[in-house]
């Protein structure tokens, strides 16, 4: 009986890790991400500057819907300098800014700029109208992102609605 309880107290039948084993775990789990971290850095930069190319979508959508609704010109605003872009409509002759969430200044993020671009023959104007009738200027707006990303928010012809033209598409032969 003696032999049994001896052999018995050698053995270890424990299934837990001894704390090498996590200690170990931990500095592998620690190299990883500090190996990915700048990586990850990049990626949400560049999803900073698809958002804000997804919010100027929505606006040229709820622009174009308001003109409808409301049977009045409205604008999305751009101005390049500041990096910002906001929503008016035509009041007695006059764009005025609009009393709700969509006609507050929106800011694009930190490093970002963004830019007009119109029909070479036309005129270059910061803005983007749309009338009562359901049609807009043609006009195409680049968002340059911190990381070298262009983000296109663009529209094929004045009666078609406006879509994001992402890196990748814009650089398809």
């Known amino acids: 009986m003696a032999a049994a309880t001896t052999s018995t107290i050698g053995r270890?039948?424990?299934g837990a890790f001894t704390l090498m084993e996590l200690v170990l775990v931990?500095?592998?789990v620690s190299v990883v991400l500090a190996m990915a971290a700048p990586s990850l850095r990049g990626f949400f930069a560049s999803r900073q500057t698809a958002d804000a190319a997804t919010t100027m979508l929505s606006l040229t959508k709820w622009a174009r819907s308001q003109a409808l609704a409301q049977g009045c010109p409205c604008r999305l605003n751009i101005d390049s300098e500041s990096g910002?872009?906001?929503?008016?409509v035509q009041q007695a002759g006059a764009f005025v800014d609009l009393n709700c969430e969509m006609g507050r200044r929106f800011?694009?993020?930190e490093g970002a700029s963004v830019s007009v671009r119109?029909?070479?023959a036309g005129p270059d104007v910061p803005y983007?109208?749309?009338y009562p009738n359901g049609r807009s200027d043609a006009i195409t707006i680049e968002i340059h992102g911190r990381q070298?990303?262009?983000f296109l928010v663009s529209t094929p012809s004045?009666?078609?609605p406006y879509r994001i033209v992402s890196p990748s598409e814009a650089q398809r032969p």
């Not at 910002?84 to 008016?88: G, K, R, V, Y």
């Open 118 to 120: 119109t029909d070479p």
């Open 128 to 130: 983007v109208q749309f």
């Open 107 to 109: 800011r694009l993020p």
């Open 12 to 14: 270890r039948n424990s």
């Open 84 to 88: 910002t872009c906001w929503l008016t």
């Open 148 to 150: 070298g990303e262009v």
């Open 158 to 160: 004045a009666v078609e």
């Open 26 to 28: 931990l500095v592998v």
